[in-house]
């Protein structure tokens, strides 16, 4: 897979990574709906050690349905996310899917958190569907 590139919306805060997602995934759970604006959204975790950010980022900490910390990075000039990681999952990085560079380069294979998805969102593809994150 070429590197992945992307960043916030003003351009102020990018990213870069030269590793293959370790996994590629709609997400419909409230938090990424209230964060995307949007019904879903297209998770892309990374090996975190891969991830390079430059620009400025501001954190917003949260807990998870896990009780294990979320922190969430965006920009604070345009509030465009820009990664996001989890105590549950310390070694990988996530971003959107809609903030790369190309989109074109990722494709979901799951769908989680599909107890909370909206009734009327019906993706086709032959996704893996999980009710909540898959262990």
């Known amino acids: 897979m070429p590197k992945l590139s992307g960043g ?6 990018r990213f870069s990574a030269d590793a293959d997602p370790a996994f590629v995934g709609v997400c419909h ?3 990424c709906q209230k964060k995307s604006g949007s019904a879903f959204a297209i998770i892309v975790a990374l090996p975190k050690q891969s ?6 980022v501001t954190t917003y900490d949260a807990v998870g349905d896990s009780g294990k910390g979320v922190h969430y990075r965006f920009c604070p000039r345009c509030g465009s ?3 996001r990681n989890t105590d549950l999952l310390p070694d990988l990085m ?3 899917g809609g903030t790369l560079d190309d989109p074109e380069l990722v494709k979901p294979a799951m769908e989680i958190y599909c107890d909370e998805k909206q ?17």
């Open 8 to 13: 916030c919306s003003c351009g102020q805060a």
């Open 29 to 31: 759970c409230r938090a």
């Open 51 to 56: 991830l390079t950010v430059t620009g400025d």
């Open 81 to 83: 996310p820009v990664t």
């Open 94 to 96: 996530m971003i959107h």
């Open 119 to 135: 009734s009327w969102v019906d993706l086709s593809g032959g996704l893996q569907r999980f009710a909540k994150m898959p262990g």
